[in-house]
């Protein structure tokens, strides 16, 4: 049985590609908090509060044993409560934060943390940079967040004018302050690692071994050889204080390389998406991949396992079969809707039910008053489900 969550209302999320340890920052009291291991079943929601009013990504990592950190992409924000719509609403291009935890009966309670400038709500990277965040991961208590800097481009046929235009990680040492966008953060430039045919490096990552491992999205065509779908890319954790030169490449004959041709690459995922998530599962020892197909809009939730980060991977299965808003039988339905950012909250998962989010855009404007996504606050925001595999 698969339950859709999509909070007070729903969900937009940002286009094409498509932060922590002792203290609580959430508003249930101290007393009231319990760790994951007791919490029975707490499925995350995404109500509108705090002046959020919907964003995608929806990327997620647990802090400690109490707290899950979130992280969206361009977010929809008010001063005013209560909003039954975003006309004139004002979009931060960039990052949003929030912070959430479970109650002792299995509650989920998340706060979100809208950084202000001037008066003038911002994003949580990047004074002078647009930039999306990626799938974080921790060594020890250093919390990593790649990070994608979009730059406009007007001459981009199309609603969606930009572009890729480098790579940062941010790093924060310590995570322990109840505000996140008080954590003191330096940036990693990752760009000069990065080859021209990635179009979203950290799509998903995982600390494995000594490495941290990276599915980045890859497109490029060079002497008549064409390469899409997710690579495998990786960083020794040793590495992380310089990290550009020592990203590595899994090839296809097996090995690991700084700089290969396309030709030479391996595509171990044929999703080619530019969210999704990779976890391991103990219950069944196996790591499973989850993603949004791209076919028709993203209409459904595919997954697929196998025994190493490396591969071989199994043929994609049917996680979710139907997804609403691009359902032509449902009331969410819009002929310029699409969904994308599918992945799994391993933070939450029982057994073998996981806990899955995505996101819904319009191809529509949305700088128009009466665009859809503006009119409708359950598009752009997460959307949760709890499928079992």
Request: hydrophobic share 40%; glycine share 8%; charged share 25%.
């Amino acid at each position: 049985m698969t339950v859709f969550r999509a909070g007070n209302r729903a969900a937009w999320p940002a286009l094409l590609l498509c932060c922590l340890l002792l203290f609580s920052c959430s508003a249930v009291p101290e007393k009231a908090r319990v760790p994951w291991s007791a919490a029975a079943a707490c499925v995350p929601s995404f109500p509108d509060n705090d002046g959020w009013y919907g964003g995608d990504g929806a990327y997620s990592i647990r802090l400690d044993d109490r707290r899950v950190l979130w992280l969206f992409g361009d977010t929809f924000v008010a001063d005013r409560e209560g909003r039954q719509d975003r006309v004139g609403m004002k979009v931060v291009l960039g990052t949003t934060l929030a912070l959430s935890t479970c109650t002792a009966d299995g509650r989920f309670d998340i706060r979100y943390f809208l950084k202000k400038k001037n008066g003038e709500f911002v994003s949580s990277f990047g004074e002078k940079e647009w930039l999306w965040p990626q799938d974080p991961f921790m060594d020890g208590r250093v919390l990593y967040i790649p990070l994608a800097s979009i730059e406009a481009d007007p001459r981009i046929e199309g609603p969606f004018k930009f572009k890729v235009a480098g790579h940062r990680i941010a790093r924060i040492r310590d995570v322990t302050g109840r505000d996140p966008n008080r954590w003191v953060v330096d940036y990693i430039d990752l760009t000069p690692g990065i080859p021209e045919g990635v179009k979203a490096f950290a799509t998903t990552s995982i600390v494995y071994g000594d490495h941290i491992y990276f599915y980045p999205l890859y497109s490029a065509t060079e002497k008549g050889v064409s390469v899409l779908g997710n690579i495998l890319a990786r960083i020794p954790l040793r590495g992380l204080d310089d990290p550009a030169g020592a990203v590595e490449y899994l090839t296809r004959d097996g090995r690991w390389k700084t700089r290969p041709e396309p030709a030479e690459l391996k595509v171990v995922l044929d999703a080619a998406v530019s969210e999704m998530s990779v976890r391991y599962h103990p219950e069944s020892g196996q790591w499973i991949a989850v993603y949004l197909s791209l076919r028709n809009n993203g209409d459904r939730m595919l997954y697929q396992t196998a025994d190493a980060p490396e591969g071989p991977w199994s043929e994609p299965q049917v996680l979710i079969g139907t997804i609403p808003e691009v359902d032509r039988g449902s009331p969410r339905y819009d002929k310029n809707n699409f969904c994308y950012a599918g992945k799994e909250h391993l933070e939450f998962a029982r057994g073998r039910n996981l806990v899955v989010t995505y996101v819904c855009n319009s191809y529509e404007d949305f700088e128009k008053s009466t665009s859809f996504i503006r009119r409708n606050l359950y598009l752009y925001r997460p959307v949760v489900g709890n499928p079992a595999y």
